[in-house]
């Protein structure tokens, strides 16, 4: 079974905090994607990685960087969190070069809940 | 990119009564299409998956869903609920030879008895 990973399921941060959400994923994935989730608006898209070092803006990238150092390791980096990025956040991860996982089929972690106050 | 409009934000249904939630995408020439659901304080599960071939797919937990091309629509049916069906569903799309996918707002399921 895929497993993704994420640090924390529950966060509680202060305004202008430096905030770093980590996820893993075990099943050699090429692809990790950082959404966040908010009521009545769906998951948007922050940031995907479609390699080790490599990365692409999403559809809300604003207030958010990433670092994928190693294949496995995706972080999403609040460089000064807001209120505004109180949110839920989901990791998620596909495809392999064996080809046993399809690209568009994505897996995901059970989130973070982040509380900027 | 593409949208993705889900038309009920909120379903509640009786324990064993059928239900159906309703997704319609943008229209492009190629997509796949994709149903996950989310289990209360829960990552999303793929439910069910339209990649090609057979328009009616059926997935997990006595789910289905219909492709209709003509309408640009995916529907999610269950004939017979159940109260463990209570959940937030999203309809996604991508195109294909893309791995991004763009999802909709979601539409909650309450289950009673």
């Known amino acids: 079974d895929v497993k993704v990973t994420q640090s924390s399921r529950y966060l509680v941060k202060r305004t202008g905090e430096k905030v770093f959400l980590e996820c893993v994923q075990d099943?050699?994935?090429?692809?990790m994607f950082w959404y966040r989730q908010d009521p009545g608006l769906g998951l948007r898209l922050i940031y995907f990685?479609?390699?080790?070092?490599?990365?692409e803006k999403g559809d809300i990238p604003e207030g958010y960087s990433v670092s994928r150092e190693k294949k496995e390791r995706f972080s999403l980096i609040l460089e000064s969190a807001s209120t505004n990025q109180t949110s839920m956040y989901l990791c998620?991860?596909?495809?392999?070069?064996?080809?046993?996982?399809?690209?568009?089929?994505?897996?995901f972690g059970p989130g973070t809940r982040l509380t900027v106050t | 990119a593409q949208s993705v409009t889900q038309l009920d934000s909120q379903v509640p249904v009786f324990e064993e009564a059928p239900v159906e939630l309703r997704c319609n995408y943008s229209?492009?020439?190629?997509?796949?299409l994709f149903w996950y659901v989310q289990y209360p304080n829960q990552g999303l599960q793929l439910l069910l998956k339209?990649?090609?071939?057979?328009?009616l797919v059926k997935g997990i937990n006595g789910f289905e869903a219909e492709f209709n091309k003509s309408q640009t629509s995916f529907h999610l049916r269950k004939p017979s609920v159940h109260i463990s069906d209570t959940a937030e569903y999203f309809c996604?799309?991508?195109?294909?030879?893309?791995?991004?996918?763009?999802f909709g707002a979601g539409t909650t399921v309450t289950v009673r008895a």
């Open positions: 099943m050699d994935h090429e692809n």
């Open positions: 339209y990649l090609s071939g057979s328009t």
């Open positions: 990685s479609y390699d080790v070092k490599m990365k």
């Open positions: 998620a991860s596909s495809f392999d070069a064996s080809g046993t996982y399809l690209p568009y089929e994505q897996y």
């Open positions: 996604a799309v991508t195109l294909r030879g893309d791995y991004k996918l763009s």
């Open positions: 229209s492009s020439v190629s997509v796949y």
